[in-house]
Structures are given as C-alpha cells and as structure tokens.
C-alpha cells in the first residue's frame, strides 16, 4: 500500500505535497469596471439634469460612428486580430491578472515536490496545470528531459509571442481611439451639409444639426472614456502577465537543474515586488 505523500512547509504556509495550489487571480478589476460605469454615469446624470436626454440619441449618429469605427479600424488588421482584440478588451475590463505572489509559491511547491521526491514526480502534477497553461509546458519540458537553457530558450520565445499578440491588440483600440474621432468629425460634415441643404425647410434643420453635434460627441466619449483606457489597461495585464510568466521559468529552469528551493526562493524573490516577495522556507 503507497505511503501517503509526506507534507511540505512552505512559505505562506502548510500544502500537502503533490497537491500544488492553484494560482489565484486578483479578481475581477473593479477598477476598470467602477471607471468606465462612473464615467458613463456622469454623462447620463448631465444629459438628465440638463432636462433633455432623449437628445442625446440619435441612431444615424450611432451609426456612423460606431458602424464607421469599426469598419476604418477593420481596414489596417485581420478579422481576427479584430476579434482577438475585442475578447481581450473583454478579459482587460472583466478579469483580473494572476497574482504573481502565488505564482511564485506554487512554483515553490513543486520544487519541494521535485526535491523530495524526484523530477519525474511532476508528471503527475500536469493536469493540475490546466489553468496555467505557460507553467504546464514549462514544466512538461523538465519532465521530457529538456536542458534548463532549453527550457529558458523555448519559454522565451512563447512569452514573446504572447507579448506580440498583446501588443498587437493594444495597438487595434489604440487605431480605434484615432479613427472614432475622425469617424465623428465626418459625421459632423455630413450633417452640416445635410443642414445647409435644406435651410428653406426649418422643420428638417434641427435633426441635420443633431447628427453634426452628436456624431462629434460619440466619437469622443467612444475614443477617449472606451477604447484608449482599455489599451492601457491591455498593455497593464501584459506586464503582469510577463512578471508571472518569468517567474514560472525561472522556476522550471531551477527545477531543471535541481537547485535547492531556498535558492529558487532567493532568486523569485529578485523579480517579485517587495510587498509579494516570499518569506521563509523554514
């Protein structure tokens, strides 16, 4: 009958062995989330105040803005760097990053496991990595035998397509916040001329002035309060992202080499920032 698996003590506590915690997310960003509705928020309490809300609606406006937007923007990419960016603009404002702190405290519980147990022993633990997709094929290599410089090679270059493909996405809502702009200012021509038209018919001035001024309205809210705050929210997880995956290569890597995990601990410890930094292995 197998012994069962011995109890490791690590930082930030007690974990049975060859049961790595999964690594916890910070949650949905309420940030992001508590801005955009805040934002939108004090438009409509202004629009209301102001005595008029329904003014500021007007379909043929939203069109052309919205409709126009995203055709412009279609132009310079794919239809599926267009699809990407919109699920990770999704993902930027509605889910939080991974916490690296954990990140690193799982990494360390699978040294000990290796440690104590050999490398071989982590096979087992792969499809408890099912949500760390990057951590797994790390540490998929360390099992297949791979060089830790293989390992640091191959992650690297993963890690910079993830970066690329991020990158690129961030740059397709930063075109958007170009283009709403101008796909208002278009807008504004449209219903000027439409308005010029027809001065002798007073009755049809004012909706022509509507798509004139609103068109200039969405196009600013949607370029300035949407699209450019979600890029810079794409570029933040990104960053955090890279800090997370770094820290699973350097784990794997030390892994690979069998290095004691006082000394992974030491060297996570370099790259964690200094309120997540892990305390000691004792």
Known sequence: MAEPAPKLKIAGGNRAAGVPAPARRSGPDLAGVLGLGVGFAVLLIAAV?????????????????FGGTFAVTTISFS????????RLMLVALFSGTPDCGEAARRVLDLARLARTEGVLVLERQLAQLRDAPFLRRAIAL?????????VEDVMAQEQS????????????LRKAAEVAPAMGLIGTLVGLVQMLGQLDNPSAIGPAMAVALLTTFYGAVLANMVFAPLASKLDRNSA????????????????GRQENPTRIEILLNTVLPPEKRLGSLE
């Open 142 to 150: 360390v099992v297949d035998g791979a060089t830790p410089e293989d």
């Open 79 to 86: 239809l599926a760097e267009i699809w990407r960016a919109q």
């Open 240 to 255: 955090e992202e890279a800090l997370v995956n770094r820290i699973y290569v350097i784990g794997a890597a030390s892994i």
């Open 161 to 172: 397509a993830i970066q690329s493909r991020h990158a690129k996405s961030a740059s397709i």
């Open 49 to 65: 105040v102001g005595g008029a809300p329904n003014a500021f609606i007007d379909v043929p406006s939203l069109l052309i803005v």
